[in-house]
């Protein structure tokens, strides 16, 4: 599975957008872009994944570069609540290999 | 409540002592996942199912380590001889069918061996 760098670190002001970046230059297009995210203390928890168009659920958007190298993850409008670390992960498409590598992610923090 | 669960939430045991945890996946799902967590980083991955078979396991799981899904619901990971080394959090997943293939964490087991 292709690497992911992300930034150790975020702030976000309440109810602005906070928007995460991910470079992961080496994907295959095979390969699909996941977010998880970790409240503290619990288990992670599934936000949206993308193989090569946007997407766009009820927590938040995913926004994938043309050449897929990045892509950015949206909460649009922050709470407190989404305090947590951010985890961007790539991995395989169908058959195959099945565990996620996480990284240590971002550290969104949320303030008042 | 139809999510992953785990339990016990807590363990705390001394050095030398055997654990066991257990993972219920949300209904339906074939596929159960462990992972282990550290403080400060990403979990890691250590086995998979695919029904009650255990398809794939990491390096991490060493020989005090074994995992079992007996009928290919509740799955248990036994850590036997207990080291400092375990302690750490333990996440179970589970993901249905190939195809839909998103995982679903529980709130994990959080081990400390003393």
């Known amino acids: 599975d292709a690497k992911t760098t992300q930034p150790p670190s975020m702030d976000c002001a309440e109810g602005r957008a906070a928007n995460l970046p991910c470079n992961h230059s080496t994907i295959s297009g095979n390969e699909y872009v996941y977010w998880y995210r970790q409240i503290h203390s619990q288990g992670p928890q599934y936000i949206i994944h993308?193989?090569?168009n946007n997407e766009t659920n009820e927590m938040a958007s995913l926004i994938i570069t043309e050449d897929r190298k990045s892509s950015t993850l949206i909460l649009p409008h922050a709470t407190l609540r989404d305090t947590a670390v951010y985890y961007c992960?790539?991995?395989?498409?169908?058959?195959?290999?099945?565990?996620?590598?996480f990284g240590k992610g971002t550290k969104l923090s949320v303030i008042p | 409540d139809t999510g992953v669960s785990q339990d016990p939430r807590h363990k705390i045991t001394k050095r030398g002592q055997n654990v066991t945890f257990r993972c219920d996946p949300i209904?339906?799902?074939?596929?159960l996942y462990w992972y282990r967590q550290t403080l400060g980083q990403g979990p890691e991955f250590l086995t998979y199912f695919q029904n009650e078979a255990q398809l794939e396991k990491s390096r991490l799981l060493s020989d005090r380590f074994s995992a079992e899904r007996p009928k290919g619901s509740f799955s248990t990971l036994e850590i036997q001889r207990t080291e400092q080394g375990d302690s750490a959090m333990y996440l179970c997943?589970?993901?249905?069918?190939?195809?839909?293939?998103?995982?679903?964490f529980g709130p994990g087991t959080r081990l400390l061996v003393l």
């Open positions: 997943a589970s993901s249905p069918r190939q195809g839909r293939e998103t995982q679903y």
């Open positions: 992960i790539v991995r395989l498409r169908g058959a195959g290999s099945y565990q996620l590598t």
């Open positions: 209904s339906e799902h074939n596929r």
């Open positions: 993308g193989l090569k």
